[in-house]
């Protein structure tokens, strides 16, 4: 990668592995400002489920892309990509490191490798589109692109399945037709120099972080900030509402499951989802992994090599 890139360096890993305390840690021993890449970090009044950091934390440490939008505002790929580079621009201009902490790793890859290559297969929205497939048939399926995207629909044909479902599929993550990308994608590049951290934990100690986390999470208040939400009028379907944590809470508050039950699913859930992150997060060859605490200054001293300092 070329030197004249700016540099941006990436925290990576499954939920609940310690991705922001070991981006505090380098934000107060290196420097950084802090750009949060987590799709429900974004959500406003979503505090304790989502592992935000505490006030004091984001008041003491520059943090950016916390608390941007309201629960009931549609926000995706395309438009953190886009807020991202308007806050990385600015701190370039300022000289700052810029420290990326990436919960979701969607918006990492958007970010790093544009929108077309960042965008991984959605299998719930695929499955949906099947269904939907199979209840109406393909030109149900065709004019849904013909309403979002009527340049692509122009350009695949209506029997061409696989290529409606990706340029709908691109479409439902993005915000932004896949016509436009691919017109945007042809003269686009590489923009930053990336460092990318990955935390490598054994599962079996995860499982029991991931317990431990839900039952302070409980503790400080999970369930009456569900309950707050509600009070606000924020309704349970909404996109935020339906995330883990959040929704289980939701059907425990409905009379549909106990609390002893909300809390297995969510363990249960949270574990499935950090299985899911790792098989894809070992894909990207380019994260360099690193096991925590033992290997902070591993850590350290390879980010000073990347910094040239």
Known sequence: MSCDLPKLVIILGPTACGKSELAIKLAVDIGFEIISADSLQIYKHFDIGTAKPAVQTLSSIPHHLIDIVEPDCEYNAGLFRKNAIQVIDILLTKNKKILVVGGTYLYVRVLTEGLIEGVEPDSNYR?????????????????????????????????????????????????????????????SEKRYDVFKIGIDIEREILKNIIEIRLDKMLKDGFTDEVIKLRDMGYDKTLKPMQSIG??????????????????????INTRRLAKRQMTWLRRDKDIRWYELPDAYASVVNDLKQFYQV
């Open 127 to 187: 499955e949906q589109l099947k269904t939907e497939r199979y209840l109406y048939g393909n030109q149900y399926i065709y004019k849904q692109l013909i309403r979002c995207d009527p340049e692509s629909a122009t350009n695949i044909a209506e029997n061409d399945y696989v290529r409606l479902e990706r340029a709908l599929e691109v479409y439902h993550l993005t915000g932004i037709k896949m016509s436009q990308l691919q017109k945007e994608h042809s003269f």
């Open 246 to 267: 959040y929704k289980e809470i939701n059907d425990y508050l409905d009379g549909l499951i106990s609390f002893e039950t909300a809390k297995e699913k969510i363990i």
